[in-house]
């Protein structure tokens, strides 16, 4: 596609519940990459994909944090038993990867999910 | 990891003004440094990427690095109100060579 795209948009949810948030990377790009942002912060890293693998998976903040790479496209976010603390927007981004130990590799966003834990 | 450290502003110039923002980290082994621009409510964009000492320039913007000193800066002449964002400073980290680490990011509002 033309750029990263995420889904959903926006997702409100019941404190306990589960989701699961969407990223397509642009296509052809190899590594995927997870953070989040809450209100006013920066962004902070959760997971790095090098094509279905995951070399760093540094940034998840507990085990109800996992994520999941097919095919070298598609990935998906599962926060088990959501916390208020887990509301953020989660944003992905993909980047062509780093074939060659480049260091210029660039990373490109998507929209990101707006979770809204009630 | 090594944060990296943006003053949060707010800083305010008036239009055509040049804006300088700057950031600072505390990793020497750092070798690649990105400056997005995130518009209220929207995802990060990429401005200007730099990996080597000295300036570079595109268009309005130039990014500056200096590794012996640990900072990168970011120059935007003749500001516009449309530049009227928060300017995130991010730096590869060193673990994986992967995730970029970001500052909490500089607001600057260009008024016209």
């Known amino acids: 596609g033309a750029g990263v795209s995420q889904s959903p948009s926006n997702k409100v949810t019941e404190k306990g519940k589960d989701v699961e948030l969407r990223c397509d990377p642009i296509s052809g790009h190899t590594a995927l990459y997870w953070y989040r942002q809450r209100l006013g912060q920066g962004l902070e890293f959760l997971i790095y994909?090098?094509?279905?693998?995951?070399?760093?998976k540094s940034g998840l903040p507990s085990d109800r944090f996992s994520a999941e790479r097919t095919g070298e496209s598609v990935s998906t976010l599962t926060i088990q038993r959501t916390q208020q603390e887990d509301s953020a927007v989660y944003l992905c981004a993909s980047s062509p990867g780093l074939a060659g130990g480049t260091i210029t590799d660039t990373q490109y966003f998507g929209p990101g999910t707006r979770l809204t834990v009630l | 990891q090594k944060e990296v450290e943006q003053n949060s502003g707010p800083l305010s110039v008036p239009e055509g003004a040049i804006a300088s923002l700057n950031c600072t980290y505390s990793?020497?082994?750092?070798?690649?440094f990105f400056w997005y621009r995130q518009y209220s409510g929207k995802s990060p964009e990429l401005i200007m990427s730099i990996y080597s000492n000295g300036d570079k320039e595109d268009g309005r913007f130039t990014a500056q690095l200096n590794k012996a000193s640990q900072y990168v800066s970011l120059l935007i002449r003749d500001s516009q109100p449309s530049d009227s964002a928060t300017y995130l400073c991010a730096r590869r980290g060193w673990r994986s060579q992967g995730n970029l680490i970001f500052g909490k990011g500089t607001k600057l509002s260009v008024k016209p």
């Open positions: 990793d020497r082994v750092s070798q690649s």
């Open positions: 994909f090098q094509g279905n693998s995951a070399p760093d």
